[in-house]
């Protein structure tokens, strides 16, 4: 068991690439935060609605940054699954947070519209 910046108390065995923390970090956080950015465009398109549709610009915006946070959340996860048994269970839990919080409730969503 090696311990270092990049294998913080990695107990299990192998050994991670350089810099795998540092990627799946700034993963989460981009992520989280253009999910977080997604919700004020949608706000906007909903009270500025005009005949009772919301405005398309601001759904826009929305769509795109959520699909980035999507691109980032991915990139942040893989990294991870990949390593899995290396990582320690608060990094594990760290990289699908994104995913789980957002992705989950999406795909809940999408099911409860198709029925």
């Given at each position: 068991?090696t311990?270092?910046?990049?294998?913080?108390?990695?107990?299990?065995?192998?050994?991670?690439?350089?810099?795998?923390?540092?990627?799946?970090?700034?993963?989460?956080?981009?992520?989280?935060?253009l999910?977080?950015?997604?919700?004020?465009?949608?706000?906007?398109?909903?009270?500025?609605?005009?005949?009772n549709?919301?405005?398309?610009?601001?759904?826009?915006?929305?769509?795109?940054?959520?699909?980035?946070?999507?691109?980032?959340?991915?990139?942040?996860?893989?990294?991870?699954?990949?390593?899995?048994s290396?990582?320690?269970?608060?990094?594990?839990s760290?990289?699908?947070?994104?995913?789980?919080f957002?992705?989950?409730?999406?795909?809940?969503?999408?099911?409860?519209?198709?029925?």
């Open positions: 068991m311990s270092g910046p990049d294998n913080a108390g990695a107990v299990s065995g192998g050994t991670l690439p350089s810099g795998t923390y540092r990627h799946i970090r700034i993963g989460v956080v981009w992520a989280l935060v999910f977080a950015i997604a919700i004020v465009p949608i706000v906007i398109a909903t009270l500025g609605m005009v005949d549709a919301p405005i398309r610009l601001p759904l826009l915006f929305a769509v795109s940054l959520w699909a980035l946070g999507i691109l980032v959340a991915l990139w942040a996860a893989l990294p991870a699954l990949r390593h899995w290396t990582l320690p269970r608060e990094v594990r760290l990289a699908i947070t994104p995913l789980l957002i992705g989950l409730p999406q795909a809940v969503a999408l099911l409860v519209l198709w029925l």
